[in-house]
C-alpha cells in the first residue's frame, strides 16, 4: 500500500484523486454512489458572487468521444452557497474547495473574500476561464496581463491556497501559468474545456442555444496532457491535472507527465462511482511498479 | 430514494413494429422500489459513437417476477445498440432516476393519461398502480398511424383505452386533443408525448380548469442533477428535468400556451 497523500500550497490531500468543477455539482448528487471521504477532494460547481440563470436550453451535445456543454455558470450565488449548501456539505471528511467564478476584478474579489470566512473550505480554484459567458473570466485568462491582473487582486483578499485553472484556448499556457505563479498562485490546474461547436446538417441549425460551447471526455484528453506537461516543466508550483480521464491509466498519464493531482470530470456522468475506482487503481498500480509513495511517479515521464 | 448503480440481465427483448422494441430486465436481487415517471440511466457498451447514458422511462414493474420493462424507440446508435440486447446480456443502469407523478387525491377522481408514440412507456406503471390503488384511469393513446400504436392490451388491463392517429387508421382521426373522450369531466390529466403534444394537452387542461401533469424529456449527460444540462425554465427559473422533473405540474412551465 503506497502512499498516496500530496500537498498543494499549505494543504495535504489523502490521495490525488478530486473532481471537476461542474461535473460534481457539490458533492451530495453522489452520495449515493460512493463514499466521498473516499476521494482526494471536490472542487465544486462554479459560485459567482449573485445568482445566475446560466444559458437557455438546449446546453449538451454529445460528441465523438465526449461532449458539449454551455450551461453558463447557473448557480445560486456565493450568499446561498453559504447559507444552504456549506452546512450540509462542510464536514465531508475530504477537501472542498469552491471554484470561484466571475465576469469582473471586484466580484471575484468579493466571492474570493465571503469564502476566506468558511472554516472548513481550505482553498479556491479561481475560474479565469470559463468558456460558456460573456466575459466569464476567460478574457482574463488568455492573457498573461489578464490572469496577473486578477490572482493579484484575489491573491491580496484571500489567504488560504489559492489554485487558478487555466484555459486552453490560449497560444502559450505555460507563460500564462508563470505569470499567475509570479502573482502568487499555489497551484494551477489544467484544462478548463476547449471551445468548440456542433451542428445538425439536417436542420442546419447549431446544437446549443449559444452555438458553441465547452469540450470535454477522452477526445481533450491528448490536448490536456501536452499542456499539463509543458505547465509542469514551466512552473515550481504543483499543476492538477484534467482533462478526459476516464479511468486510473488516464491518470497515471496524467502524474507522469508531471500533474501532481487529478480532477476527474466528464467521467462521473457516465460512472458516478469512478473517482473511488481511480484511488484503487492508482495504489494498485504503484503496488505494481514497486512505488511507496505517488510522487515517485509525478513527473516521471521518460522522454 | 437511494440511487444506485445496477447490472440488470436482459430476460426478453420483444420488437415492437419496425421502430420501437420492448426490453426486460431482471436481477438477482430485489429490484429497489421505482415510481412511476421516474427513469433509468442506460450505459451503453460496444458503441463506438455512443459517450453519455442514455435515459429511458420506467415502462412497467413487474414485482413477481421481479422485472423492469423499458420501451424504447430506434432513433440513433445508442437506441439501435438496445434493440439488439439478447437475453442473458448484462446492461448497467442508474436507477431510480428522477420525481414521479403524483397520486391523485381521490379514487375517484376521473383521470385521463394522455400519451403519444413512446411516451406512453411511463403511462403504463402508473396507470398499473392507479388500479392497484382503485381508482379507474383512462388512457388516450395517439400515433401516427396504427402500426406506431403499442401495448394496447397491456393497458386494457388497467383501465379503458381510447385511441386517435393521425390517418385514421386506427380509432379516432386526428391528434390526441381532438378525441371526443375530452368533452366529458376530467379532473386531472397525466401527459407524457412529443413536446408539441403535451403543449397542446396543457393548454386544454389550462382552458378547462383540469391539473395537468407532464413527464419531459430534455437531452441529459449525467441525470442526477449534477451537470445542469437538461433545464427547463420554470415559473422559478431553470430546474433540472432529470432531478427536479421529469413530471411537472403544466402550470409551474414557462410554456407559451
Same mark, same amino acid.
Given at each position: ?98 471554484? +470561484? ?121 491528448? +490536448? ?80 | ?14 420488437p415492437l413494429g419496425s421502430n420501437h422494441f420492448l ?48 420501451l424504447v424507440q430506434k432513433v440513433g446508435?445508442?437506441t439501435r445498440?438496445?434493440s ?33 408514440g413512446v ?24 400515433a401516427r398511424s396504427?402500426d406506431g400504436l403499442m ?107
Amino acid at each position: 500500500m503506497a502512499d498516496l497523500k500530496i500537498r498543494i500550497g499549505e494543504l495535504e490531500f489523502k490521495n490525488p484523486v478530486t473532481t471537476a468543477s461542474g461535473t460534481f455539482g457539490f458533492g451530495e448528487e453522489y452520495t449515493d454512489f460512493m463514499d466521498l471521504d473516499r476521494i482526494g477532494g471536490i472542487f465544486t460547481k462554479g459560485t459567482t458572487i449573485r445568482h445566475r440563470e446560466g444559458n437557455a436550453y438546449p446546453r449538451m451535445a454529445e460528441t465523438p468521444s465526449g461532449m458539449l456543454n454551455a450551461v453558463g455558470l447557473q448557480n445560486k450565488g456565493v450568499d446561498y452557497f453559504i447559507s444552504s449548501i456549506y452546512p450540509r456539505i462542510k464536514d465531508y471528511d475530504t477537501n472542498i474547495m469552491v471554484n +470561484v467564478s466571475g465576469s469582473t476584478i471586484e466580484d471575484y474579489v468579493a466571492t474570493a473574500e465571503k469564502v476566506n470566512e468558511l472554516d472548513k473550505i481550505p482553498a479556491i480554484e479561481l475560474n479565469i476561464s470559463c468558456p460558456n459567458v460573456k466575459q466569464g473570466g476567460m478574457t482574463f485568462g488568455v492573457s498573461c496581463a489578464g490572469a496577473a491582473e486578477v490572482v493579484r487582486a484575489v491573491r491580496k483578499a484571500y489567504s488560504k491556497t489559492l489554485i487558478v485553472k487555466l484555459s486552453p484556448n490560449v497560444t502559450d499556457i505555460a507563460s500564462i501559468a508563470q505569470a499567475v505563479e509570479e502573482e502568487g498562485a499555489d497551484s494551477v490546474s489544467l484544462i478548463n474545456t476547449l471551445l468548440g461547436m456542433a451542428i445538425d446538417a439536417e436542420t442546419r441549425k447549431p446544437y446549443l442555444s449559444t452555438i458553441t460551447g465547452g469540450l470535454s471526455g477522452p477526445c481533450v484528453k491528448p +490536448v490536456a496532457l501536452r499542456m499539463v506537461w509543458q505547465v509542469a516543466k514551466a512552473v515550481k508550483i504543483p499543476v492538477i491535472g484534467l482533462g478526459g480521464i476516464m479511468n486510473t491509466a488516464d491518470a497515471i498519464e496524467f502524474f507522469l507527465a508531471g500533474a501532481t493531482a487529478i480532477q476527474i470530470g466528464t467521467a462521473n456522468f457516465i460512472d458516478p462511482a469512478i473517482s473511488v475506482k481511480v484511488v484503487e487503481g492508482i495504489n494498485e498500480y504503484l503496488d505494481r511498479h514497486g512505488c511507496s509513495s505517488i510522487y515517485d511517479i509525478i513527473g516521471a515521464l521518460e522522454a | 430514494m437511494k440511487k444506485c448503480s445496477l447490472d440488470m440481465v436482459v430476460s426478453a427483448n420483444i420488437p415492437l413494429g419496425s421502430n420501437h422494441f420492448l426490453l426486460k430486465f431482471t436481477h438477482k436481487e430485489q429490484l429497489p422500489e421505482m415510481l412511476p415517471g421516474q427513469f433509468v440511466q442506460v450505459r451503453v457498451d460496444n458503441a463506438p459513437g455512443v459517450f453519455l447514458r442514455r435515459p429511458i422511462s420506467v415502462n412497467f414493474v413487474d414485482q413477481q417476477k421481479n422485472e423492469l420493462w423499458l420501451l424504447v424507440q430506434k432513433v440513433g446508435e445508442g437506441t439501435r445498440k438496445m434493440s439488439e440486447y439478447k437475453t442473458g446480456d448484462v446492461v448497467n443502469m442508474l436507477l431510480p432516476l428522477g420525481n414521479s407523478f403524483t397520486m391523485p387525491q381521490s379514487a375517484q377522481s376521473r383521470l385521463l393519461l394522455v400519451g403519444g408514440g413512446v411516451g406512453i412507456a411511463p403511462l403504463l406503471y402508473m396507470g398499473s398502480l392507479l388500479k392497484q390503488q382503485g381508482c379507474n384511469p383512462m388512457f388516450l393513446l395517439g400515433a401516427r398511424s396504427a402500426d406506431g400504436l403499442m401495448q394496447i392490451d397491456d393497458f386494457k388491463q388497467f383501465g379503458e383505452v381510447f385511441i386517435t392517429t393521425e390517418d385514421g387508421s386506427a380509432g379516432e382521426k386526428g391528434f390526441v386533443t381532438q378525441h371526443s373522450k375530452l368533452q366529458e369531466h376530467i379532473d386531472k390529466i397525466y401527459t407524457c408525448g412529443p413536446t408539441p403534444m403535451m403543449q397542446a394537452v396543457a393548454r386544454f387542461a389550462q382552458n378547462n380548469d383540469i391539473e395537468c401533469e407532464a413527464s419531459l424529456e430534455n437531452k441529459m449527460a449525467c441525470g442526477f442533477g449534477a451537470c445542469l444540462c437538461c433545464v427547463t425554465q420554470t415559473q422559478s427559473g431553470h430546474k433540472c428535468v432529470c432531478s427536479e422533473g421529469p413530471v411537472f405540474n403544466t402550470k409551474e412551465l414557462s410554456w407559451q400556451i
